[in-house]
């Protein structure tokens, strides 16, 4: 509490008088009171719930004027700006259901208050209950449905997020406001976040470099946390998951409650185990078992002046990695020590394909610990916002029996984050936001062996964004000026080829070192405009840019997970985009259509290319060893597509949903010099989504919130696959049907007692290949003729979560 007294005193005397928010909340069409509806301070981080009669009462709200959101599950979300006076303020609401999720407020942004459907920068939101109903193996795999978005996969616990084409360090990961920092430039490890401690997404797909600076071409893929309950609530969860294809079995438990003078606290525990996944063709694929346990926590305190709070998080996996290698009669292979010094492939017995061990030769260990300060307060006549977080990052890689115990790589990465915000009070409908963020990171090298070399890098930037709202038309922007500098360390080689980071008698020098900064402005401007009270249309233009990363600048040797010699260049340009987007949207009670065009045109698009001789033949550094080289090169390139999501779900059938999605992305590298290499890698086919679901608000005294869905997803043929030097090959089409099903169970006294959700992706067992999955180019299977690993198949998920608590104490 000293701590928390010291924190207050940085603000004293904001809010002297202080008010009380109360109110009635009924049914647009019939006016029957509504129970359990949310209404919310979102800048107070503090609400209630209707009670039995539809009523609600919130005390000690400071005077002035403050955003209220009331929230109700398949009504739309209604925000209104309240002058808080005194003594009592009286404010009743009438709510309507909706079709979609085009009213939800979206919090990731430079002003507060924005929907879906007013801004003009598309954004996507996906909630827990949505979740809940569908079935995933890791963070990143719960979203990759949505339109626009798909992921890149090493197995069922690896995934990086793409939006319309881009991933890796062209998509930005944000957690609770914090960029996550955590060498996402790999390909061969997952988001290190607790996937069900996520209480929210929020996608923004475009530039997202006006928000938080470099690396967000593609877009922003925002994670958030539940918020706390209301004073006097204390209330836990157990959640259960069990998949039956790789038995991964997941549990997560919670603890939470707010005390009635504002003193709010959360810890959670979770954890996974999961088994080696199978499919038709592969039967049980070795090496993609894996285990994962995070310990989170928050604790902070809600007053009249706003929130402040600390969370940690210590995020732990071991997981194995697929190399596809396989004996002449297809049985997986393993890496064994056979003597003293030295090791060799065995065939992996049935007994090893069907057990959790995580393979002490071949697995990575990765840990990631974060503890952040978070504090929202009312100052002046706006709004302060201020983030300071740190983080540490181990990531270790095994690749040999010769040496237990011993990562042959060993990444080590220190960031500190900051974010500060001010939010100033609306004007006439304007809203502007001025700050400035920035990471610091320090990578250091701590394995046998060395990738690249260390480095250290300062960003910084600062920014200012306005948004101007009247009845039917919504205009922002913003213009933001970043700088990033970077130290890498020199590069050494010894005779064997082996990197050091120190010089040596027999060491010649492969990377001189780099010592360079990079700077940028960038900007976005959009707008909205309500046509008419269903119609809405929206365009908007931004530009973004990304500093090369330390692996693009600095690599000078064999890359064991690509096995290729890459070659950097010290001398590559920040990429920098332009992407506009045109969207229009209609919205009726029982109907919703979105749809939206997008071009990003990149300048320096960075790429590895094959070297080759003077006669035009594959360039090879080690004649002993047929080691392709390449080489990183800037050239422009261009994305295009569109998705489109129509939503039916009828006044008169408020039971029926009808939900259809379609997903385009499209690209060219326009300084390609071959029609084989005319296109971009890890491009997602174009894909159909179709969902019809079923729900039922009760039956009987017990059973609540009933719902069945049949989902249907075709991915069709890709094409367009970077052909060249073999990187890619084409990829055939492959339709999916998954199932869904659940209810929530009450007592006699109308309390929870548990909700089941049951889901069946690939309900025919289909043996395919995502196009997006690295596992596709791991290996030929002798016996069969086929190349590389397939995806998982049928798959059964039951997630059972217990409520318990949750009485105003």
């Not at 991933?167 to 988001?191: C, P």
């Not at 050239?635 to 295009?640: E, F, H, M, R, S």
Request: glycine residues 10%.
């Amino acid at each position: 509490m000293r701590y928390f007294s010291f924190i207050f005193l940085l603000f004293p005397g904001l809010v002297s008088a202080q008010a009380v928010l109360r109110g009635h909340i009924t049914d647009k069409t019939n006016r029957d009171p509504l129970i359990g509806v949310t209404v919310y301070l979102p800048a107070l981080q503090k609400g209630a719930q209707t009670d039995t009669l539809g009523q609600y009462r919130i005390p000690d709200v400071p005077t002035g004027s403050h955003k209220v959101e009331v929230r109700y599950i398949g009504y739309k979300l209604q925000t209104r700006n309240v002058r808080f006076i005194a003594g009592e303020t009286t404010v009743d609401f009438a709510i309507e259901p909706e079709a979609a999720q085009l009213q939800e407020v979206v919090v990731t942004g430079l002003t507060t208050g924005s929907t879906v459907k007013d801004s003009p920068i598309p954004i996507m939101t996906y909630n827990k209950i949505q979740w809940l109903q569908t079935s995933s193996t890791n963070l990143v795999d719960a979203v990759g449905k949505l339109p626009g978005m798909s992921q890149i996969t090493t197995g069922v616990g690896l995934s990086k997020p793409v939006i319309r084409g881009l991933g890796f360090n062209r998509v930005i990961t944000v957690h609770d406001g914090v960029r996550q920092e955590d060498n996402q430039w790999g390909e061969e490890h997952a988001l290190q976040i607790d996937e069900y401690s996520i209480d929210r997404y929020e996608i923004i797909k475009g530039s997202g470099s006006l928000l938080y600076g470099s690396d967000g071409l593609g877009g922003v893929m925002s994670l958030i946390s539940s918020r706390p309950p209301e004073a006097g609530i204390f209330r836990g969860q157990l959640l259960t998951n069990y998949q039956s294809n790789n038995g991964l079995i997941g549990l997560s438990g919670v603890l939470e409650g707010t005390t009635r003078s504002g003193l709010f606290g959360r810890v959670r525990v979770s954890h996974k185990n999961a088994g080696n996944y199978r499919n038709r063709y592969d039967g049980r694929v070795y090496g993609s078992a894996y285990r994962e346990s995070d310990v989170n926590g928050t604790i902070g305190i809600t007053r009249k002046w706003g929130y402040s709070q600390i969370y940690f998080s210590n995020w732990h996996q071991d997981i194995n990695i697929v190399t596809g290698e396989r004996d002449p009669s297809g049985r997986f292979l393993q890496l064994v020590r056979v003597a003293a010094d030295s090791e060799a492939l065995q065939p992996v017995s049935e007994a090893m394909l069907h057990i959790r061990t995580i393979d002490p030769a071949n697995y990575q260990n990765l840990n990631n610990f974060k503890t952040s300060w978070n504090t929202f307060t009312k100052l002046g006549s706006g709004n302060l916002s201020a983030i300071l977080s740190y983080s540490q990052n181990r990531r270790q890689e095994f690749a040999s029996t010769l040496t237990p115990g011993q990562p042959a790589l060993y990444f080590y990465l220190q960031n500190v984050f900051y974010d500060l915000k001010y939010y100033f009070g609306g004007q006439k409908g304007w809203d502007f936001t001025v700050g400035g963020n920035g990471l610091w990171q320090f990578n250091q090298n701590k394995g046998l062996q060395i990738l690249y070399p260390g480095y250290h890098s300062w960003d910084n930037g600062l920014f200012v964004f306005a948004q101007k709202k009247t009845d039917r038309l919504t205009v922002n922007g913003g213009l933001r000026m970043d700088i990033r500098q970077m130290r890498i360390n020199q590069l050494y080689a010894d005779s064997e080829g082996n990197f050091s980071e120190t010089p040596g008698i027999n060491n010649k020098l492969r990377f001189a070192g780099l010592n360079k900064t990079y700077s940028n402005p960038t900007g976005s401007i959009g707008a909205t405009y309500a046509l008419s009270g269903r119609w809405t249309v929206k365009a908007n233009l931004g530009r973004g840019f990304r500093a090369p990363s330390t692996p693009e600048l600095s690599a000078n040797g064999e890359h064991a997970g690509t096995f290729r010699y890459e070659i950097g260049s010290p001398n590559l340009r920040s990429e920098t985009s332009w992407q506009s987007d045109l969207g229009v949207n209609y919205e009726s009670p029982g109907v919703s259509i979105t749809a939206s065009l997008f071009q990003n045109r990149i300048s320096n698009f960075t790429y590895s290319e094959k070297v080759l001789d003077r006669f035009g033949r594959d360039s090879i550094v080690d004649p002993t060893r047929p080691i392709l080289t390449y080489r990183y090169v800037q050239g422009n390139a261009v994305l295009y597509g569109g998705e489109a999501q129509v939503t039916i779900n009828p006044r008169s059938a408020r039971w029926f949903h009808l939900t259809s999605s379609y997903s385009l992305v499209r690209s060219r590298n326009l300084t390609a010099t071959s029609d084989s290499a005319r296109y971009l890698p890890f491009l997602p086919p174009p894909r159909l989504i179709g969902q019809v679901k079923f729900t039922k608000d009760g039956a009987g005294n017990r059973w609540r919130n009933l719902y069945a869905l049949l989902e249907i997803e075709h991915n069709w043929r890709q094409d367009q696959a970077l052909l060249a030097y073999g990187t890619e090959t084409r990829t055939p089409a492959y339709t999916l049907v998954n199932l869904g099903a659940g209810s929530d169970l009450l007592n006699s006294s109308g309390r929870t007692l548990f909700q089941l959700y049951l889901t069946v992706q690939n309900l025919f067992d289909v043996a395919y290949q995502s196009h997006q999955n690295r596992l596709k180019y791991f290996g030929i299977n002798e016996a069969t003729g086929r190349l590389g690993v397939f995806n998982m198949g049928r798959n059964i998920s039951v997630k059972l979560v217990v409520p318990f608590g949750g009485k105003k104490q």
